[in-house]
C-alpha cells in the first residue's frame, strides 16, 4: 500500500487549499483517516482525523477552518483549508489506518508529504 498526497503550494493569506491523498495497491479496509502537519522546526502533530463511521476531530488550532473528509469507495482522503495563516506554513502528511485483507490487523501508513506555504 502506498499513500500520495497532493495539493500543497504557496498561498496568501486568508486563501483556500485542498489536499488530497489516495491509497493504491492492496488496499482492503480503510478504518480511519487523519491529516499531520510539520511546521518548521517543530514536530509532527494532528490536524483532523476521521473514522470511517463519519467521527472527526481536529486540533484546537484548525477548527472552524479546516474540514476532513474521505471518499471510500476511491481510497480519498481531502483536507479543505479555508481562511489559511502563516502559522498554517508546514508539510502535510496524510495518514490512514488500512487492512488489506479480512482477518488481517490494521496497519498505519503515511504519505510522502505536501508542503504548504502561507504569506502574508
Known amino acids: 500500500v502506498q499513500l500520495q498526497a497532493s495539493g500543497g503550494g504557496e498561498v496568501q493569506v486568508g486563501d483556500s487549499l485542498r489536499l488530497s491523498c489516495v491509497a493504491s495497491?492492496?488496499?482492503?479496509?480503510?478504518?480511519?483517516l487523519a491529516w499531520y502537519r510539520q511546521p518548521p522546526g517543530y514536530a509532527r502533530e494532528m490536524v483532523a482525523a476521521m473514522t470511517s463511521g463519519g467521527a472527526s476531530n481536529y486540533g484546537d488550532l484548525v477548527k472552524g477552518r479546516f474540514s476532513i473528509s474521505g471518499d471510500w469507495s476511491r481510497n480519498m482522503a481531502y483536507l479543505q483549508m479555508n481562511g489559511l495563516k502563516p502559522e498554517d506554513t508546514g508539510t502535510y502528511y496524510c495518514?490512514?489506518?488500512?487492512?488489506?485483507?479480512?482477518?488481517?490487523?490494521?496497519?498505519?501508513?503515511w504519505g510522502q508529504g505536501t508542503q504548504v506555504t502561507v504569506s502574508s
Open positions: 495518514k490512514m489506518d488500512i487492512r488489506p485483507r479480512a482477518g488481517r490487523p490494521f496497519v498505519t501508513y
Open positions: 495497491g492492496k488496499v482492503g479496509h480503510i478504518a480511519g
